[in-house]
């Protein structure tokens, strides 16, 4: 096992400790919740940054990657919503996002090819982990309320359109596939017979 996929499990491992971090009650436990998130975060960019430099990109480190990145914001948010920072429909939204576009994926990796991520799907983590960042500290500074519902709307609207953009990109792939590859004719038995009666009429 090499090191990146080392930051990446850690990042899973943290995901529990985020999530009692931030529903423990105490006078830092917020500021607990949120360094240990950040850090988490960073292990996000230390491993592709360190499988790419060591020529590390393995196939367990792709699929891993995306997973642990998933659970930690989604975890995250859940929590928001037990705390009463988030509206629960916004989380579904941006759940329902990841596991939309995590389906899409993998009928499109069993087609044959790969949805490259969009400009939008790449800084989608960026916006995601400010977003937790600033509304989970919110109860303790208060005058990050009208930011953290900026970026919240954010969020959802970058989840919206990025899932678009997945979407229409498979169906035109789809599409293309089906042009160059058309579905083949099938022959009815009944069919078959028809032309040789015609020839045994015509003698």
Do not use: C
């Not at 939008?120 to 500290?137: C, E």
């Not at 309320?145 to 959802?156: D, I, K």
């Not at 089906?178 to 015509?202: I, N, Y």
């Amino acid at each position: 096992m090499n090191l990146a996929i080392s930051l990446t499990l850690l990042r899973i491992f943290f995901v529990p400790l985020v999530v009692v971090l931030l529903l423990t009650k105490g006078e830092t436990m917020d500021l607990w919740a949120v360094g240990v998130f950040l850090l988490a975060a960073v292990t996000d960019l230390l491993d592709g940054y360190l499988a790419r430099k060591r020529g590390q990109i393995t196939t367990l480190g792709i699929l891993l990657d995306p997973i642990a990145d998933k659970l930690l914001v989604s975890a995250a948010f859940i929590s928001l919503v037990e705390l009463h920072l988030v509206p629960a429909w916004m989380v579904v939204i941006i759940v329902g996002r990841e596991f939309a576009v995590s389906g899409l994926r993998s009928i499109a990796s069993a087609e044959g090819y790969i949805l490259e991520p969009s400009e939008l799907g790449k800084s989608k983590m960026v916006f995601q982990v400010v977003a937790i960042t600033v509304l989970a500290l919110e109860p303790r500074f208060q005058s990050l309320h009208l930011a953290g519902l900026v970026l919240l709307w954010v969020v959802v609207l970058s989840a919206v359109v990025s899932a678009v953009q997945y979407f229409w990109s498979f169906w035109k792939r789809l599409d293309e596939g089906v042009k160059r590859h058309p579905a083949p004719h099938v022959v009815v038995p009944g069919d078959a017979k028809e032309p040789e009666a015609k020839d045994v009429a015509a003698h």
